[in-house]
């Protein structure tokens, strides 16, 4: 590979990054172009002063012995002109770091909004293989990016262009040779320190930035499970493997600052050489009198400004490749295909009875050759109750999931109703359908407001209401804040069986046409399982139902049974039907359940 192709592929996330930000700047267009317009007048003061610095010089210089009032006036036009030139750039650097505020904060919101409409959006698969702590590293540590890019593009870039440009145009028309010393060495140094932390720095900081992420996530997967951490008194083994993430981090990070350093040490060379080259120039211009001491002051004065811009140009390239590095994982985030995602001109579906069909439906997980389902045909019924069974990766969650469109079929359709899902809006499809999970999750909010997650705007009597269908009012009006209580990070400070209480009310409230139940019961004590039943069977009155079983002996009262085995459904009927069958699976499942005892 060329070392241009090298280059060019490692300025790729600079032209993505910048993009995405000149994309966001194109919305707020009125402000970016007045604090430009200051910035512009800001420097431009920092550029012509050196000019009445020489003129204050020649004004008291010995030439002017004989003539004192005419220096002291040329002095005193010379002092006016500096100050009115410093309070222009008093002015104007107040009022374009007032733009830049402005313009700063409501890109960073609108990213923030962007970023966290996406990831809400993506699809299952995507948040199944992503840490959620690497999802939250991403987005704040790219959101406070922006700050340091616009700062970096507005307020430091674009007023160095137009010292170094204004003052060697200024010099090189006094004099030629300075203006091209000035202009060579200028180009040379913006082309090392592009150069150095483009293809130099810039690897190193992307990988520093990658187990950075990693490390966000390897700390919230072990604090997010600290409780089966401590149930196997595993901590120092979690302290160890933190370490080795944290190790990589370090030694990433630490190369990294090297080659930062580096890069600094060798922009701090090619400034002395610069500077030797104009002084020694300048010196050679008075000597030959082609240069009067203000005009020594002047080139020194001058000069001094340009390197100051050029040293901090070093400064601003650097911060240009952090905040483009920082940046890439959001950016990634906002490239990155939704995965499941409304066709043009979805609208919403409006499901009243609740007959689920498929048809011919054919899928498979990305990264399968096999598919799960090759030309799956059942048909449940408006008002239907029935259970799925089969073992594990039978396909029994992967029916519901796609009745929920949480996936996409790859061949075939599903209908409610007679309407195909994937031609609605899956807002509204999924509000129609209630979901009680095997383990539900609930937000670190009050019970009151997770209960009334599916229907926020139910009143407080609606929520008590729901409550009390689900027994659960019971408990949360022993608690000191009742239905205020917060419940912990995903209701951690609730039992599971308050937990699956507190879903079930949730699922009565939404009150929706089709339910989803992940048996609840199975890991309860005999209580809880009493009352979640109880509840259970209430909840799924007048609604088509389907039950996820993993106890059979709960879901032997269901009119209609159906049994899974690797994406075939290989079994359809009731209890006492399927227990008749000699060799049936359903029968051998039932047998191991119960111990032997078998019930025609």
């Given at each position: 590979m060329s070392l241009f192709t090298q280059f060019h592929e490692r300025a790729r996330p600079f032209r993505a990054v910048l993009g995405f930000t000149f994309g966001h700047w194109a919305r707020h267009r009125p402000l970016v172009a007045a604090i430009i317009a200051?910035?512009?007048?800001?420097?431009?003061?920092?550029?012509?002063?050196?000019?009445y610095a020489g003129?204050?010089?020649?004004?008291?210089?010995?030439?002017?012995?004989?003539?004192?009032?005419?220096?002291?006036?040329?002095?005193?036009?010379?002092?006016?002109?500096?100050?009115?030139?410093?309070?222009?750039?008093?002015?104007?650097?107040?009022l374009a770091f007032v733009g830049i505020c402005h313009l700063t904060v409501n890109v960073m919101t609108r990213v923030a909004h962007q970023a966290f409409w996406r990831v809400q959006r993506f699809a299952s698969e995507w948040h199944a293989n992503t840490f959620s702590g690497s999802i939250v590293r991403k987005v704040t540590r790219g959101m406070w990016a922006i700050d340091l890019l616009n700062d970096t593009l507005l307020i430091a870039f674009l007023p160095s262009l137009i010292v170094l440009l204004g003052?060697?145009?200024?010099?090189?028309?006094?004099?030629?040779?300075?203006?091209?010393?000035?202009?060579?060495?200028?180009?040379?140094?913006?082309?090392?320190?592009?150069?150095?932390?483009?293809?130099?720095?810039?690897?190193?900081?992307?990988?520093?930035?990658?187990?950075?992420?990693?490390?966000?996530?390897?700390?919230?997967?072990?604090?997010?499970?600290?409780?089966?951490?401590?149930?196997?008194?595993?901590?120092?083994?979690?302290?160890?493997?933190?370490?080795?993430?944290?190790?990589?981090?370090?030694?990433?990070?630490?190369?990294?600052?090297?080659?930062?350093?580096?890069?600094?040490?060798a922009q701090i060379s090619a400034l002395l050489l610069l500077r030797t080259a104009v002084i020694g120039l300048?010196?050679?211009?008075?000597?030959?009198?082609?240069?009067?001491?203000?005009?020594?002051?002047?080139?020194?004065?001058?000069?001094?400004?340009?390197?100051?811009?050029?040293?901090?140009?070093?400064?601003?390239?650097?911060?240009?490749?952090?905040?483009?590095?920082?940046?890439e994982e959001l950016v990634a985030i906002h490239d990155e295909g939704l995965g499941i995602e409304d066709k043009p001109g979805a609208q919403p579906i409006a499901i009243r009875q609740g007959r689920i069909e498929f048809q011919d439906v054919r899928f498979h997980y990305r990264g399968h050759q096999t598919p799960l389902y090759d030309g799956l045909n059942v048909t449940i019924g408006a008002g239907e109750k029935v259970g799925l069974v089969g073992l594990s990766g039978s396909g029994k969650t992967t029916f519901v999931k796609l009745i929920q469109r949480l996936h996409d079929v790859n061949g075939g359709r599903i209908l409610i109703d007679g309407q195909d899902v994937s031609s609605c809006t899956q807002a509204s499809l999924r509000a129609q359908i209630a979901i009680v999970p095997q383990e539900p999750i609930l937000f670190h909010r009050s019970l009151a407001e997770n209960i009334a997650y599916g229907r926020p705007q139910a009143s407080m009597a609606e929520i008590e209401q729901a409550a009390r269908l689900a027994?659960?009012?019971?408990?949360?009006?022993?608690?000191?804040?009742?239905?205020?209580?917060?419940?912990?990070?995903?209701?951690?400070?609730?039992?599971?069986?308050?937990?699956?209480?507190?879903?079930?009310?949730?699922?009565?409230?939404?009150?929706?046409?089709?339910?989803?139940?992940?048996?609840?019961?199975?890991?309860?004590?005999?209580?809880?399982?009493?009352?979640?039943?109880e509840a259970t069977e209430r909840l799924m009155q007048g609604r088509t139902t389907i039950v996820i079983a993993h106890r059979l002996s709960t879901v032997r009262q269901l009119?209609?049974?159906i049994i899974f085995d690797k994406g075939r459904i290989i079994e359809d009927g009731d209890h006492g039907a399927l227990i008749t069958r000699e060799a049936g699976t359903y029968r051998r499942l039932f047998q191991r359940q119960v111990g032997g005892l078998v019930e025609a």
């Open positions: 200051g910035v512009l007048v800001m420097t431009m003061a920092d550029v012509l002063l050196p000019i003129r204050l010089i020649d004004a008291v210089a010995p030439g002017f012995a004989g003539n004192r009032d005419i220096a002291l006036d040329e002095a005193v036009w010379a002092l006016a002109a500096m100050i009115g030139l410093g309070l222009l750039m008093m002015v104007m650097r107040h003052s060697t145009a200024l010099l090189g028309w006094r004099w030629p040779l300075m203006g091209l010393v000035i202009f060579v060495g200028t180009v040379a140094f913006v082309a090392l320190a592009a150069t150095m932390s483009i293809g130099y720095v810039g690897p190193a900081a992307r990988l520093s930035n990658l187990w950075d992420t990693r490390m966000g996530g390897a700390l919230a997967d072990a604090i997010s499970c600290n409780a089966v951490v401590k149930a196997f008194g595993a901590e120092t083994r979690e302290d160890a493997r933190l370490a080795r993430v944290v190790d990589k981090w370090r030694k990433r990070s630490y190369r990294t600052w090297v080659r930062g350093t580096t890069n600094g040490s300048v010196l050679w211009l008075w000597w030959h009198g082609e240069a009067t001491p203000g005009d020594v002051a002047y080139v020194l004065t001058a000069y001094f400004i340009i390197q100051g811009y050029l040293r901090d140009i070093g400064w601003h390239i650097r911060d240009l490749q952090k905040s483009v590095n920082d940046m027994n659960a009012h019971d408990f949360i009006a022993h608690l000191p804040k009742g239905y205020g209580t917060l419940v912990g990070e995903r209701g951690i400070k609730l039992s599971g069986g308050e937990r699956q209480r507190v879903a079930l009310a949730r699922a009565f409230l939404a009150d929706a046409p089709i339910l989803i139940l992940d048996e609840a019961t199975s890991s309860l004590d005999s209580e809880s399982e009493a009352l979640i039943q009119k209609r049974l």
